[in-house]
């Protein structure tokens, strides 16, 4: 089972946007709309950001957007601030499992 | 507050078994699906396996299946996974995460905080 592609690192400065890909196929990411994204800090469990692809779980930031185009999912935050320093992951359902990608590494300079 | 708390883990030889729990409380277990998921040392998330809401339907990842076994006591709000013919590749954190939405299977909405399982001699 690959794993979704996602970009190892990404950078940013405080109030500064960035946004994080995540490339699969038409067997998952194309193909259902089950993509979801979560935030995990070092030694912490994941925590959901986005669910059904653009869907914000009550108390995620506004800041926390999302959306998909054919194959590519992609996670947006906006007005960067130094607690999103983090890793960010993205899954999605494929054929009654579900992959995750690599992982991404949000650096806030 | 809706809650997952996992155990079971610990030190084990290659070749052996253990059985991780996730003890839930705070929502209606019964009407939930729940996933297993893993993290090895430095590495990303990975996806283990899930249980439907009734226990009638299971799903796992190749790199586990006919190993790995997951169930559910309702009656005991308790999710376990039987882990059997350990590899070292196994050493993982280990998480349960309850399905978002009843019923159904789309998305990890609540994680507990791990156990984990170092497969080694």
């Known amino acids: 089972q690959s794993a979704l592609t996602q970009p190892a690192s990404v950078s940013g400065s405080p109030g500064q946007s960035i946004t994080i890909s995540c490339t699969g196929t038409?067997?998952?990411?194309?193909?259902?709309?089950?993509v979801s994204w979560y935030q995990q800090h070092p030694g912490k469990a994941p925590k959901l950001m986005i669910y059904d692809v653009t869907e914000r779980p009550s108390g995620v930031s506004d800041r926390f957007s999302a959306s998909k185009s054919g194959n590519t999912a992609s996670l947006t935050i906006s007005g960067l601030q130094a607690e999103d320093e983090a890793d960010y992951y993205c899954?999605?359902?494929?054929?009654?499992?579900?992959?995750f990608g690599g992982g991404t590494k949000l650096t806030v300079l | 507050q809706v809650q997952l708390v996992e155990s079971g883990g610990g030190v084990v030889q290659p070749g052996r078994s253990l059985r991780l729990s996730c003890a839930a409380s705070?929502?209606?277990?019964?009407?939930?699906?729940i996933h297993w998921v893993r993290q090895a040392p430095g590495k990303g998330l990975e996806w283990v396996a899930v249980?439907?809401?009734?226990?009638?339907?299971?799903w796992s990842a190749d790199s586990v299946k006919g190993r790995f076994t997951v169930s559910r006591d309702d009656s005991k709000n308790t999710l376990y996974l039987q882990m059997n013919s350990l590899r070292a590749e196994d050493t993982a954190v280990y998480y349960c995460a309850r399905d978002g939405a009843p019923y159904s299977r789309r998305y990890m909405d609540v994680w507990g905080k791990g156990t984990t399982v170092t497969v080694s001699s």
């Open positions: 899954t999605s359902y494929r054929s009654s499992t579900w992959v």
């Open positions: 038409s067997s998952d990411v194309g193909g259902y709309n089950y």
């Open positions: 705070g929502f209606t277990f019964s009407h939930y699906a």
């Open positions: 249980i439907s809401y009734d226990g009638s339907s299971k």
